[in-house]
């Protein structure tokens, strides 16, 4: 007899042998060594069963079956996320022109250079977004270069939507850094555009089976429609509604926020000291503090901020440290100067490859390695991703998970991510547990949270093992239906599902 038991169970095994008397049921010590031993070998074999069957998935599944059992599967968390580059453009186009979301605010868009001006601050960028009030301020040469966005055209509508979005060869690290996020500009100023912006992300994240959401989103520097400063605390209040209401909820989406710095302008210390008293501030929501920006401009380098952080810790306890590191070309210490920093998980990591002293030291199980696979193929620190470190950091022990990292300029998602790791690097069934484990125990979340956060997803774990452990597997995934992002149809070949 197989009793079938999820892993990491702390049920009692009460009931599950009749004894005839209460002698019998106390029993020796070497019959309860023998109960213990039983439940462990039916936990062993239940997971080998489905490791052979997901051996076999991966043998005989189309694409097409493959990414619907990869859909279906249930995931942990997304820790590392840009809520700024997590829309897609479909979404911003349908928020942006949304009478219920912007109400008496509205946006044009640059369609046309006619070198009115010599320059703006953005520089002169087809499909720069602005508000109606910024509009109504240009000379009338300037406003004949704009549109109303919701008023566009069928084609440039799709122009406008293919410009926020890294699609085309010949983009790369240029046109996502100093193009694209100035496309976006003024969408990002309106707070109930950018809490519809969490909103669907919860709702999609949701519907592929992720439970755990850390996004990087600050509550300063948003405007009214008349350009007046909107404080932290009110555009707390909007998120918060916006949260609260019946379709997040069923997401079954829980929601953290990391407050995210960049690090190389000249006042980054004092930034990285106002994080601080915000996140103290406002630990039912945001959890930890990050550093972002372009590793590549050394005004940033991560010692510059060694003694802040220092004079941080004299002050403040229990906010966690996610930072960016190792997103580089070259070799150099910056993953391990993240650490000293304070750092416990480290974004992205690429040449952590390039420090095996480093790498020695994160194989203890103290720190996590945030993985996003397509994030570093597009912007081309890993266009063949064939030579990703990733295999080598999952297989010599450092703790790493996956995730979208500006899901929205990729237009892609979670599933397309253990898709691209499946395919390219033959994952087992234990390595994708562990990744979905990984994610909610290096979350940041309160502990209790994350206690139930890590059951529920055992729980999904084992029920989804029973559900595609037969060898009716096909049958149940006729049962999925999948939402295939862009990325997937252009690069996966996945066809859309209309």
Known sequence: MKIMLPVGSNRTVRGAFPCASRSRAVGSRRSLRAIAALFATSVFVHAADFSGRFEEIKRSASKEELYQFLFALPKGGDLHNHLGGACPPDWWYAIATSPRVVGDNSFYTRVRISNCSLSDDAGLILYKTIRKTTWEKLSDCDKSEYEPLAELKPEDVQKWKDSLRLDKS???????????????????????????????????????????????????????????????????????????????????????????????????????????????????????????????????????????FREMRKKYSGIGLSIHAGEVDEPNSHVRDTLLLGATRIGHGLNLITDPETMLLMQDGRYLVEINLISNRLLEYYPDLAKHPFPEFLRTGIPVCLNTDDRGMWDSNMTDEYFTSVTAFNLTWSEIVQMGRNSLKYAFVEEPVKKELLKGYDEAITAFEQKFGSENWREQLKLVKPIVSNYAEKTFDIPLKK
């Open 170 to 308: 010949r983009e790369g690290r240029d046109e996502f850094f100093n193009v694209i996020w100035f496309r976006i500009n003024e969408m990002f100023d309106d707070p109930h555009v950018m809490a519809e912006v969490i909103a669907e992300n919860m709702k999609h994240f949701g519907a592929e089976g992720l439970r755990y959401l850390e996004t990087q989103y600050s509550a300063d520097g948003y405007t009214d429609t008349a350009g007046n400063p909107i404080s932290e605390d009110e555009v707390i209040q909007i998120v918060k509604k916006r949260i609260a209401e019946e379709d997040v909820k069923k997401s079954g989406v829980t929601l953290r926020f990391q407050k995210t710095i960049l690090r190389f302008p000249p006042d980054a210390e004092k930034r990285l000291e106002n994080a601080y008293a915000f996140v103290n501030a406002n630990r039912d929501l945001w959890v930890a503090i990050n550093m972002a920006g372009r590793e590549d401009n050394d005004k940033g380098y991560p010692l510059r901020f060694l003694d802040t």
